[in-house]
């Protein structure tokens, strides 16, 4: 089956440090990923996306992501985190071909950035 | 370009009531996709819809759900006889084509609570 995980329900950083928050998934065929992020009562942003091509994708805020084949990973990243970064943050994954554009979502991870 | 917008952004209804659940998709946006967020949980896809056609609807339960998107006006997601367990954040997420180049974006949310 198609599946994302997220790890951590919580991730805790200092402001200025650099923050990890970590996506695995399972697909098959070539993964479509995406970084979404939620602020409380609010929709979800896009910050993110992997298609194809290099490895280390570049989004908005300041955030980026690492996907990585063998480890079947994308991990969102960020140098130096910042308060305002505290949100809920959900990978997904497209899955299905053809006219199917559904995405699996993992459960969430809860980023704390304290001052 | 306005983004996504749902309405009502809160809905409360009783036990057996109906619900309906109102989106309209960003300009130039012909897939609609919509996603139901229970407490805790990730959001979960319901239902993929272009103008006029349901493509998608393998996350729909059986009964009491349906949705439509049709052509002039706004998708809507109709929950018939609602129940305790329906109480969640419905979102809806428009994207300008399928596959896995297009982003979606998300609305801002309903959140029904059944009483």
């Known amino acids: 089956a198609q599946s994302v995980a997220q790890p951590e329900d919580q991730v805790n950083v200092a402001e200025g440090n650099p923050l990890t928050v970590k996506c695995t998934y399972s697909?098959?065929?070539?993964?479509?990923l995406f970084w979404y992020v939620q602020y409380p009562n609010r929709g979800l942003q896009f910050l993110l996306k992997y298609i194809t091509g290099d490895n280390l994708v570049k989004g908005s805020y300041g955030f980026e992501a690492e996907f990585n084949k063998s480890q079947t990973s994308f991990h969102l990243k960020k140098p130096s985190a910042l308060v305002s970064d505290s949100a809920l943050y959900f990978c997904?994954?497209?899955?299905?071909?053809?006219?199917?554009?559904?995405?699996?979502f993992g459960q969430g991870t809860t980023l704390q950035v304290k001052p | 370009n306005a983004g996504v917008m749902q309405n009502p952004r809160h809905l409360v209804r009783r036990r057996g009531q109906e619900a309906r659940l109102r989106c309209s998709p960003m300009k130039g946006h012909s897939h609609v996709y919509w996603y139901r967020q229970l407490p805790e949980e990730g959001l979960k896809f319901m239902v993929y819809?272009?103008?006029?056609?349901?493509?998608?609807e393998s996350g729909m339960p059986k009964e009491r759900f349906s949705a439509e998107f049709p052509k002039e006006g706004p998708s809507i997601l109709r929950i018939q006889q609602v129940v305790r367990g329906d109480s969640a954040a419905y979102f809806c997420a428009s994207s300008p084509g399928t596959g896995g180049l297009y982003e979606q974006y998300f609305g801002p949310g309903t959140r029904l609570t059944v009483t």
């Open positions: 819809l272009q103008k006029e056609n349901i493509i998608d």
């Open positions: 997904a994954v497209r899955v299905g071909s053809g006219n199917t554009g559904k995405l699996i």
């Open positions: 697909v098959s065929g070539n993964p479509y």
